[in-house]
């Protein structure tokens, strides 16, 4: 497709259950972020994958929280354990930070509903 | 603090104008961004402005920057009803990939 894709869109898990979210990136970006958007919040980052380098995971709300990249396309974020807390929209963007005058500009999916009952 | 601060809140009549404020904190920020969110949607890019410009219009967008103030303003020309949404602004630091969002604006269009 020509956008970016999340699935699924809507999850509901029980508490202490582990989820994946799954982010496919817009075709040849290198650039990929995770973010979180809690009711009144704003978008919190949580991780950035950059190419094949080490990821930025400085956003990460916990240790219950990774996210993968592999082949440095299709990413996952897992969330092991889950808290009521954890309910959010969790967002994904992917851009090409290769010159430009859009540079960097982050185009993002139509995000995935957790909620944690 | 929150680097990029924005009101939660602006209601307008349809066909007035619309201005969404932001301020934020690094004086080495490149890039300022306003995105919108329709309900039910990821983020969308409207416009951007670098932070060596004062002002950039695109159609019914002017974005103003205060570098002096760090402030940020989005207005909205002749406001349409499919205009409701949530309004971003975002900060890119020098040097950082990071993008910094505020909370974002919530524009409500009364027809």
């Known amino acids: 497709g020509a956008g970016v894709s999340q699935s699924p869109s809507n999850k509901v898990t029980e508490k202490g259950k582990d989820v994946e979210l799954r982010c496919d990136p817009i075709s040849g970006h290198t650039a990929l972020y995770w973010y979180r958007q809690s009711l009144g919040q704003g978008l919190e980052f949580l991780i950035y994958f950059q190419g094949n380098s080490a990821p930025d995971k400085s956003g990460l709300p916990s240790d219950r929280f990774s996210a993968e990249r592999t082949g440095g396309s299709v990413s996952t974020l897992t969330i092991q354990r889950t808290q009521q807390e954890d309910s959010a929209v969790y967002l994904c963007?992917?851009?090409?930070?290769?010159?430009?005058?859009?540079?960097?500009?982050?185009?993002f999916g139509p995000g995935t509903r957790l909620t944690v009952l | 603090g929150e680097d990029v601060e924005q009101s939660l809140f602006l209601s307008v009549r349809e066909g007035d104008s619309s201005v969404i404020n932001c301020t934020y904190t690094d004086s080495s920020s490149t890039y300022l961004y306003w995105y919108k969110q329709e309900p039910g949607a990821g983020l969308q890019l409207l416009t951007y402005i670098f932070s060596n410009m004062d002002m950039k219009q695109d159609q019914r967008l002017t974005v103003l920057l205060n570098k002096k103030d760090k402030h940020l303003s989005l207005r909205i020309a002749d406001t349409q009803t499919g205009d409701s949404a949530i309004y971003f602004c975002a900060e890119k630091k020098r040097g950082y990939q990071k993008v910094t969002f505020g909370i974002g604006t919530k524009l409500q269009v009364i027809p």
């Open positions: 963007a992917s851009s090409s930070p290769i010159g430009g005058e859009v540079a960097d500009t982050q185009y």
